[in-house]
Each structure stands twice: as C-alpha cells, then as structure tokens.
C-alpha cells in the first residue's frame, strides 16, 4: 500500500474513474458512428443540397477514416472539446455548462431537503425501535422509495399547481430574483427528493441501531453521561457515515429523477436539454450531455468514497 | 409470512394487478385503442368508469390493458437479466483472475451510466421501441446480479464440499450447476423480486417520455403522457395513469420486503 494509505488509495478511485469515463466515451462514439443514416444529413434536413452536406461532412470531420475520426473525439474530449452543436454552431461544451447550474441547485434542493427530514426521522426511529412511530417510518419510508419520482412530480404539479395553484408550474423563476426562482424550486424538488427522505432515513436507522450497541457507547452509558448527548454527539456523527456514500450514488438516481422534474416542470436543465435534443435530433449535444453527466457522477461517486476513506480507515484496509 | 399486515397487503395488490391484466378483455369490454370523437374528455362515471381520454378512449379498458404491458415488460426483461447476470457472474467468480477483473471493471462501467442517460442514449441509436426498454432494463439490472452470483461464487469454491467434487473428478459444467447454483439462486430471486417495481418504473417512466412502448398501444407511461399533456382539462387522465403505477410499484416492493425478511435477512439493509 505504501507509506501514505489514503493517497494510495485516492489514486486507486481515481484511475478507475477514468477508465471508466474512457469506457463510457468509447461506447457514445460506437454510439454516433451506428446510428443509421448520415449526421450531417440529419442536422440539415431533407432540403439541404449535397454540397451543403459535404462541406458539413468535412467541418464535422465525417470525411476521416473512423479511427482519426475517434482519435479525434477522445483526444478533444480530453481537452474539453465535445465539438460543435448543429443548430447554432456554439461549443457543445458551453451549451451543457449553461444548463448544468439549473440542474445542480434541484438536487441541491433535494438533497438538503430530504437530509433535513431523513436524518432526524431514522434517528427517531431507531431510539423508539419497535415503537409505533418505528413502524410508521418504516413503511412510509418503504412507499416513497417504491413509487416513481415522475409520478410524484405530475401529481405535485396537478395538486399544488393546477388545482389549488399554490405555486408556479413552469420553468426556473425570473434570472435575479431569487425568491422567485426558490419559489419554483419547492415542487421540482420534493418530487426528486421525497424518495430520498425514506432512503435515508432507512440508512440511519439501521446504522444508528448498530453504532448504539458498539462498545463505545456502552462506557459512555457507564459512565453515566446523558442519554441524549449519547445520541446526538457520539453515535449520531458515526451513523451518519454510511449516508454519505448512498447521498454519492444517490446523485446519478437523483440525476434521473431531475429529467423526469425538468420535463414535467418544463424547468430548464441537463435533462431538457438531453431530451430536447434527441428529439430534434441534435446529436452532438446528445453525447455531450451524456458524457457530461456520466462524469459527473462517477466523479461524485469517487469524492463519496474519498470522504467516507477519510473518515473510516476499515474502508481503505478492505480495498488496499 | 401470512402473519404479516404488509406481506399481505403486498400480496393483495399484486393479486389485483395481475387478475386484472390477465382478464382485461374479460372485465373491459371497450377496445382500449378504438377512438371515438364525441366522447372526448368523458369524466368517469358509469359508462366509462375512469372516464376517456383525448380521443374518447376508455380508460378503464387502456388501465387493465396497460397492465398486461407493464407485467409482461417486468417479468420477462427481469428473467432475462436473471440468466445473463447468473452465467456472467458464474465466469467472474469460477474463470480465471484476470477475466474477473474484466467483468468487474465492465459491470462498474455499466453502473456508470445515470439510468435514464442511459435510456436516452439507446433511444437515441434504436429508436423508441419495446426493445429499447427491455435493452435499459437488462443493462440496469445484470450488474447487480452478476456482482450477487460472483461473490457468492467465490465465497462457496473453496467450500469443503465443492474441492471433495473437484477431486473426484467432477466437471467445471457439473460443479456449477450440482453444487454452487442451487446455493447462489435463492437470494438473488429475492433481489430480483424488489426489482421488479424499478422495471415497471423504467417501462413507464420510458413510455410517459414517448421513447418506449408505441402509440396507440396502451401503456401506463403512455396513459400519464396524454394526461400530462391535457392537465389543465381534466384530471382524471393523469390519475388512471398513475395510479396503477403507484399500486404496483407498492405492491410488489411490499412483497418483496417481506419475503426478504422472511426468508433471508441477512440481506436486510441492502
């Protein structure tokens, strides 16, 4: 393992990382080059002359045998170019990074709120286990995990915004306003996050259970110090460990939900831009949201484990 | 397991479901696909018991037939992901190290990708389809699978009883399917069963997007997107849609909890 285990292992998580976006980036070029028909052609519809198509082939780099072709989308995907987009001409790059924001603050928003209201509501659970309260967290818990984010957020939608008209409907409120902008967050945002609340809520109480028997806890107990300074400072901060690696995978799950909030929600982000571009075809965007994306969360996922390394040295042992 | 409130409500609920979808044709006499102008936007009532739709479909009909869809897509895409998850995670534990190491770094891969990136990706190259949906499902579920199988795998080929098979001379083939399978496919069963409400999800979630099952064949998904899309003139759409979804999603993971529990609890918390 060496002389400085964490880095070892940092470095570990971290080259996987990278083959696997590497995977990731050879399937979405296997991706481009299967879909049937020509890109160029595609992107200028059936009006354009073979000329225009030609000249297109050759600006999109088409004309090359495939393995430039590849060569040239790894080695620009490296220095952060994912090519051009066919309807304006703008950098793949700055379209996706102009979405992304709209998205990161809803799972911001569902994060926060889901810990918020998971962690205290395990934490109940797991001192009156058994109790009626245990019960009832456990099965509500159970319901929201099970029943899909979508249907969740075009039931909100028809609840508070159609029928009692509570709050916006459509869209990420007015640039500058912030009030307005939270005001439209609320519903996105309890519909990808609500499924979380009973995830973690879950995870602490079947940790809390655990931590209240270990041996620490039992001299503390023994040494007479309060019940709920027992609770909250000792065993709480270990339970909680377990929750920020399921909060790392937890961000590409809330990924998907987000897709299903911002097409509902007609909410601007990565995943109206995804399905807004498949839809009109626009393939270069297509893959570089994807790609994006899929970076995105595997890097999430290596932070996740680096921090509970740090935090626990069993997880380094057991992987070194 | 009889004796638990919410195995039973599980099992009911999954009963409903399936009857239902099993005797749709029985139980619905409208054809969930037959359009009929002049009852567009009917709100439910005796003639149509959850109403009609846009194009004056019944909805109570295109419900019970959507089932057969959602069950069909769940069971059979579930059962293939089964077979391809068992034999991949049999060579990952049972080859040799560095096939496993392969397998390993292709399932990690394969979990890589957020599900519905994923989705839209294969959409994107097959166009929406039926198939597209079972291809997302396979892709979702086999590493799951494959990882369960690999680790039960390798835990049980140093087993006392498997190295006494080996040496009298049993073959790879004999030894996998005599002495690890029938030990390795209980609890994946039982995963497979808490996944079945994730697949109906998927089936849906791809179909309300308009990129898995096809017009006019009804389908929960489908159904939600129409309501979706008329939200403002009646409510009822959105609600036949949905509230099979969430029935059948709680009925199965209720199912699925309780078994688990029952039949084996070291698998509690996963």
């Known amino acids: ?320 | 397991m009889l004796r638990e409130p919410l195995g039973v409500l599980g099992i009911s609920l999954v009963l409903l479901v399936v009857l239902g979808a099993v005797f749709a044709d029985f139980l619905a006499s409208a054809d969930p696909s037959k359009i009929s102008p002049r009852n567009r936007f009917s709100s439910p009532g005796f003639e149509h018991l959850a109403g009609t739709d846009q194009l004056g479909r019944d909805l109570f009909s295109r419900v019970l037939h959507g089932g057969q869809i959602a069950l069909a897509v769940a069971l059979g895409s579930t059962a293939v992901s089964l077979l391809i998850g068992m034999v991949l995670g049999l060579i990952a534990g049972y080859g040799p190290r560095w096939l496993d190491n392969l397998l390993i770094l292709v399932f990690d891969a394969m979990k890589s990708f957020p599900t519905v990136m994923l989705a839209l990706a294969l959409v994107t190259l097959f166009g929406p389809s039926l198939t597209a949906v079972v291809v997302v499902v396979i892709l979702v579920n086999v590493p799951g699978y494959a990882r369960i199988i690999r680790t039960q795998t390798i835990a049980l080929k140093s087993a006392e009883y498997v190295t006494a098979a080996q040496s009298m001379g049993a073959s790879t083939a004999r030894v996998l399917r005599v002495h690890i399978l029938p030990n390795v496919i209980g609890p994946l069963l039982i995963l497979a069963s808490m996944d079945i409400p994730v697949v109906i999800a998927i089936e849906a979630g791809m179909s309300f997007l308009g990129l898995g099952v096809r017009p006019p064949t009804p389908s929960w998904g489908a159904i939600l997107n129409d309501g979706f899309a008329n939200i403002r003139e009646s409510y009822w759409i959105v609600v036949a849609g949905g509230i099979p979804i969430i029935l059948t999603t709680l009925g199965f993971t209720f199912l699925g909890e309780t078994l688990r529990d029952v039949f084996d609890p070291r698998l509690k918390g996963r």
Not at chain 1, 172 to 201: C, F, M, N, R, T
């Open chain 1, 1 to 320: 393992m060496g002389d400085c285990p964490i880095l070892a292992y940092a470095l570990k998580r971290l080259v996987l990382a990278i083959v696997i976006i590497s995977v990731a980036m050879t399937l979405l070029f296997a991706m481009i080059y299967l879909i049937p028909g020509d890109p160029a052609k595609v992107a200028l519809g059936p009006r354009a002359t073979p000329e225009m198509v030609e000249s297109l082939r050759v600006r999109m780099g088409l004309d090359q045998p495939i393995w430039v072709q590849f060569w040239r989308f790894y080695s620009g995907v490296w220095r952060g170019d994912l090519g051009i987009e066919v309807l304006s001409g703008r950098p793949v790059l700055t379209v996706v990074l102009e979405q992304l924001p709209y998205t990161l603050a809803l799972i911001a928003g569902a994060i926060s709120w889901s810990v918020a209201l998971g962690i205290p509501l395990g934490c109940i659970a797991a001192i009156k286990r058994g109790g009626w309260v245990d019960r009832v967290v456990g099965i509500v818990s159970v319901a929201v995990i099970a029943v899909p984010s979508f249907v969740i957020a075009i039931y909100a939608l028809l609840i508070f915004a159609v029928s009692l008209r509570w709050l916006p409907a459509i869209g990420a409120g007015e640039p500058g306003d912030l009030g307005d902008q939270l005001l439209h967050l609320i519903l996105p945002s309890l519909a990808v996050g609500l499924g979380w609340v009973g995830y973690i809520a879950r995870m602490v109480r079947a940790s809390m259970l655990e931590v209240l028997e270990a041996s620490h806890i039992r001299t503390a107990r023994a040494f007479g110090l309060p019940e709920n300074q027992i609770t909250y400072s000792y065993a709480l901060r270990i339970a909680i460990l377990p929750t920020v690696t399921l909060l790392g995978v937890g961000v590409g799950q809330m990924l998907s939900s987000a897709v299903f909030a911002e097409i509902v929600f007609a909410r601007p982000g990565i995943g109206k831009l995804v399905y807004d571009s498949i839809l009109t075809r626009n393939y270069p965007l297509v893959t570089g949201s994807v790609l994006v994306t899929t970076a995105f969360f595997v890097f999430v996922n290596v932070i996740a484990d680096l921090v509970i390394g740090a935090l626990d040295p069993r997880v380094r042992s057991g992987f070194g």
